[in-house]
């Protein structure tokens, strides 16, 4: 009966480098949502994706930001170009039904990402 | 900007003390309303959810919350803590029955044995 899986937990990376970040959802969910805990703040939303298929990124930074979510296979956050400022806790959700209006979203344990 | 406010961000209290940790939230229309804990080194478990109905939710481990719509509150209590309890709690709201949560910071909670 596993949960959200993520994977690694911890990631450092030299500025300039890239990032992947993989989350599995429980078993029967296909909807995935990334979020991202700055120090001494909240979590943030960064994007929500069903299946091959973006359905909100107005929380993802503009550029060197993307997820994907593919028919087979983990969801992936990717960071391009690395700095200082994207070190955090990313965090990934995923629930059974669409939507948090309906359905609650269980998190997994999280990557933290560590820029040098 | 619209937000979720959690007060007091770091707490101390000894067992068998009660707890009270405020969540208030600047979102109009129908909101849905959670708490989250995460214990030290484990990540987000749901505490109780809000959807409808009863304002007063019961959740695990003897936690309870109350919704006050007047007062965009949502605040989670507990009558006696435990040195178990000792986590961090965030309230999250998700507003205009959109698909994201919006957090607040957190409150940190140390229960002293």
């Known amino acids: 009966n596993a949960g959200v899986m993520q994977n690694p937990r911890h990631l450092v990376r030299r500025r300039g480098q890239e990032a992947r970040l993989r989350c599995s959802p429980m078993?029967?969910?296909?909807?995935v949502y990334w979020y991202r805990q700055l120090p001494e703040e909240g979590l943030k939303f960064m994007v929500y994706l069903q299946k091959e298929n973006i359905i909100d990124e107005s929380g993802m930074p503009k550029e060197r930001f993307s997820a994907e979510f593919p028919k087979e296979g983990p969801s992936i956050l990717r960071i391009q170009q690395v700095v200082r400022g994207d070190s955090a806790a990313y965090f990934c959700?995923?629930?059974?039904?669409?939507?948090?209006?309906?359905?609650?979203?269980?998190f997994g344990p999280g990557t933290r990402l560590t820029v040098l | 900007a619209q937000s979720v406010s959690q007060h007091n961000h770091h707490v101390i209290l000894s067992e068998a003390a009660s707890l009270e940790l405020g969540c208030n939230y600047s979102y109009g229309g129908t909101v849905n309303l959670f708490w989250y804990v995460q214990y030290p080194g484990q990540h987000l478990q749901l505490l109780l959810k809000?959807?409808?109905?009863?304002?007063l939710v019961k959740g695990i481990k003897g936690f309870e919350a109350e919704f006050i719509k007047s007062k965009f509150s949502f605040n989670l209590r507990k009558p006696s803590v435990q040195w178990s309890d000792t986590a961090e709690y965030f309230c999250a709201v998700n507003p205009d029955g959109n698909n994201r949560l919006a957090f607040g910071k957190g409150n940190q909670v140390v229960v002293i044995p």
């Open positions: 809000y959807f409808s109905g009863d304002p």
């Open positions: 959700a995923s629930s059974l039904k669409g939507g948090a209006n309906t359905d609650t979203q269980y």
């Open positions: 078993k029967g969910h296909s909807h």
